[in-house]
């Protein structure tokens, strides 16, 4: 029997009267049931409604079932697992709602499929973490599984509400008491944990709950996790290792090849990257986040007609989805630029206005739309309001909010003014200061100098701001080696508030903690360097694809404000 079954099982055993009394209640309930079956639907909304559901939505397609997950919150999801005529499965539809945080903690997700293969519903059982049913099920069957989901969620509600008001710290340690003592749900608990941890920045701690985990039930996430917890602890040998394992154990364990791309890209494999994201995007040909990370790195790798071609058919598959990210409208329209589509960038802009539309207060789509605003008055060859938007955006580069995305944009739209002949006599200055500010490592200055590439001036300057925040670094260790760490983190703090790099700012809090006791004032220089940390070197030190996701094989850590906050590392 799969394993979540026994868990369960053992806990309906345990249960008070009153867990199980509001567990059988769902009068106050919704429901979607998603099913190309009319047959099979059918009976499924029959028997939910005979069970006292207070509402029941049906879809027929995914498109329309991923429309209202996306805008409607629901109790209970009942969904195939296969659609007829569908690339996608129901699966596909899952993974893509776990990854871009669309599925809180309360909704109740089980799979209903026909396809009796143990490998198809493990894999339906593990990502969901509620459950599967095996068609044509029976009244009680369905009953059954709806109210273990539902006791498990009250039995874990304390860890959930701790979540919810962002209190990490207590959420983390209820799920480690649940998972030592083998409470009830301990194995869930445990991935919650876990997953806990990762965000607050303790990787050793996860990767340890993941470790024992592994031991007491040899699961796939627990695996994954574990290679999450190494990469994120700086482990990177370690990390592709643990993948290529569970790679090699499951050739179709999606998820694994998203943290593989993960960090083979953060450490500048780009190669190597792009052709596991290729394999990941095959696998789930109806993911929009995996087919936007494809087109994106296709992108930044220098094959814009192969990138306009997955950035353009990402967009026609998720435009109206909360999972598409604005940045692939944003490289389109720097391709079609390039190309003179003049119809194709003029959509670009049609589009961010719909964007804008549905998100008035996202300051990141504001400022996107503005590069292609810039691109589109370059086409119309109206040279000084561009000039004007350009420089206004070169005033922002040392403001917090500048982040790498910002600095890359900015980056391209310099180098296209640089093919038209337009210079501008603060630009080199500017180029510098990005350089200097995210040239924190291989992959973010490759991906810079990937996008400076048709204009070598520009290239050149990214190379070599690189190679000085090298020399910064090498100094600043040759100091603390040599016995004098007060002068290494001197020498940092003052190229840190100089630059904003944040490879200088991590390294002097490195520098601090260890040698602390061998500086005299290393109060007040922590208070220096944690501003800095706070407003410069929070997510400054790792190239990204587009916007913040959920990370591969992680849960949705759903709070209060509706994001989970991660503390710098």
């Excluded at 699961?219 to 996790?225: E, S, V």
């Amino acid at each position: 029997m799969p394993h979540g079954q026994n868990v369960v099982g053992t806990a309906n055993r345990h249960i008070g009267p009153l867990m199980a009394g509001t567990a059988d209640d769902l009068s106050s309930s919704s429901a979607l049931v998603v099913d190309s079956n009319p047959t099979s639907r059918s009976v499924l909304v029959s028997q939910l409604r005979d069970f006292g559901m207070g509402s029941v939505v049906q879809c027929a397609r995914l498109a329309d079932s991923r429309r209202q997950l996306e805008y409607r919150k629901f109790d209970v999801v009942l969904c195939e697992h296969h659609f007829a005529g569908e690339t996608a499965s129901g699966q596909d539809l899952l993974d893509d709602l776990r990854r871009n945080q669309l599925l809180p903690f309360s909704t109740v997700f089980i799979m209903v499929t026909g396809e009796a293969t143990y490998a198809k519903v493990a894999e339906a059982a593990e990502s969901s973490l509620d459950g599967y049913l095996l068609k044509p099920q029976k009244a009680n069957q369905l009953g059954d599984r709806l109210r273990q989901a539902r006791i498990r969620k009250a039995s874990l509600q304390e860890i959930f509400t701790a979540i919810e008001s962002e209190d990490f710290e207590r959420a983390a340690t209820l799920c480690m008491e649940r998972f030592e003592s083998r409470g009830l749900f301990w194995l869930y608990a445990a991935r919650v944990g876990a997953e806990l941890l990762l965000r607050i920045g303790k990787p050793t701690q996860a990767q340890a709950l993941y470790e024992a985990v592994v031991a007491a039930k040899t699961l796939p996430w627990a695996k994954l996790g574990v290679a999450r917890s190494q990469l994120d602890d700086g482990q990177v040998a370690k990390a592709t290792s643990t993948l290529s394992n569970l790679i090699s154990e499951d050739p179709t364990y999606t998820d694994a090849y998203d943290v593989m791309g993960r960090a083979q890209f953060e450490t500048g494999k780009f190669d190597e990257a792009l052709a596991t994201y290729k394999m990941a995007s095959e696998l789930t040909p109806a993911s929009i986040t995996r087919l936007q990370n494809l087109g994106l790195l296709t992108y930044y790798s220098g094959s814009h007609e192969e990138a306009e071609k997955l950035l353009d058919k990402t967009t026609r598959l998720g435009l109206d989805s909360k999972m598409f990210d604005c940045q692939t409208l944003v490289l389109l329209a720097f391709m079609r630029l390039q190309s003179g589509d003049r119809k194709g960038l003029q959509r670009c802009r049609d589009d961010f206005v719909r964007l804008n539309e549905r998100n008035p207060d996202s300051l990141r789509h504001q400022r996107l739309a503005d590069i292609v605003e810039a691109l589109h008055l370059i086409h119309q060859h109206q040279y000084a309001p561009a000039v004007d938007a350009v420089r206004a955006m070169c005033k922002t580069v040392k403001s917090p909010e500048f982040d790498f995305e910002s600095a890359s944009n900015l980056l391209a739209l310099m180098v296209q003014l640089a093919s038209k002949d337009i210079q501008l006599n603060e630009v080199d200055s500017v180029v510098d200061t990005i350089g200097m500010r995210y040239c924190n490592n291989r992959a973010m200055t490759e991906l810079l100098v990937g996008t400076a590439n048709t204009y070598p001036l520009y290239a050149d300057r990214i190379r070599t701001a690189s190679a000085k925040i090298l020399k910064i670094n090498e100094q600043a260790m040759q100091l603390s080696m040599g016995g004098d760490p007060k002068a290494a983190v001197k020498n940092l703090i003052f190229h840190s508030n100089a630059t904003l790099n944040g490879k200088l700012i991590g390294n002097a809090f490195l520098v601090l903690n260890r040698y602390a006791e061998k500086i005299d004032d290393a109060q007040s220089m922590k208070e220096i360097v944690q501003d800095m940390r706070t407003c410069f070197a929070a997510g400054s030190s790792r190239p990204t694809l587009g916007g913040q996701q959920r990370q591969a094989g992680g849960l949705t850590l759903r709070t209060g404000s509706g994001q989970a906050q991660s503390k710098p590392p």
